[in-house]
């Protein structure tokens, strides 16, 4: 699943491509969201962790599950 995360006075968004489903990942932004101190924490598919302090998140925007195609041809 590709997560992009718009952080505040940042012209360039982060993404991420993840394992975690659509609906864990809205558990984690909520939890974030809910403190004034919180973290959002995601890990990629290799394993990497990111980190992002609730107070920079802009927007969080969830992509579609499933594989991410390659090529050209049409599906």
């Known amino acids: ?3 992009t995360i718009g952080i505040k006075h ?3 968004e982060l993404t ?3 394992n975690m489903s659509a609906e864990e990942l809205q558990a984690a932004v909520s ?3 809910s403190v004034s101190t919180g973290i959002l924490s995601v890990t990629d598919e290799h ?3 990111t980190i992002v302090p ?8 969830i ?3 499933g594989p991410r ?3 050209f041809g049409a599906v």
């Open 1 to 3: 699943m590709e997560i």
């Open 10 to 12: 940042l012209s360039r």
């Open 16 to 18: 991420i491509h993840s």
């Open 31 to 33: 939890d974030a969201l």
């Open 47 to 49: 394993g990497r962790v």
């Open 54 to 61: 609730a107070g920079a998140i802009g927007f969080v925007h």
């Open 63 to 65: 992509g579609p599950e």
């Open 69 to 71: 195609r390659v090529g």
